[in-house]
């Protein structure tokens, strides 16, 4: 799973043990499970990451972020298709809102618009 991680820790020539103490660790540990991708930053510590390096969560965990959004879009797309027929406003936003996600999805490749 592509992430940047690493590459942002080395831009800025931090160790592994500096960037866990910036992120409320005593050891480098995680950080070198979190860059071999043997483990999954929980979202404190991702938001930490983004807070330390100014790069977005999203761009600094990219794989991650778009399986995610593939798993979050195929999942949008059969809502979508189920509240096709709705005809009130909760339909209607709802289906707005997933057309509107669907459509920031499509602009990438390998997704198909509603």
Same mark, same amino acid.
């Given at each position: 799973m592509l992430h940047y991680l690493v590459?942002?820790?080395k831009r800025w020539a @931090?160790?592994? +043990? +500096?960037v866990a103490f910036l992120l409320g660790s005593k050891k480098g540990d995680k950080i070198s499970r979190y860059e071999r991708h043997d483990r999954v930053p929980h979202l404190k510590t991702a938001l930490a990451?983004? *807070?330390?390096f100014g790069v977005p969560v999203r761009a600094l965990f990219r794989g991650m972020y778009e399986k995610v959004e593939e798993q979050v879009v195929e999942r949008a797309y059969l809502l979508h298709q189920d509240l096709e027929?709705?005809?009130d406003l909760d339909g209607v936003k709802n289906r707005k @809102? @997933? $057309?509107?996600? @669907? *459509?920031? *999805?499509?602009? $990438?490749?390998n997704y198909q618009a509603v």
């Open positions: 590459t942002e820790r @931090l160790t592994q +043990q +500096q990451c983004e *807070a330390i027929h709705r005809t @809102l @997933l $057309k509107e996600m @669907l *459509a920031r *999805a499509t602009k $990438k490749p």
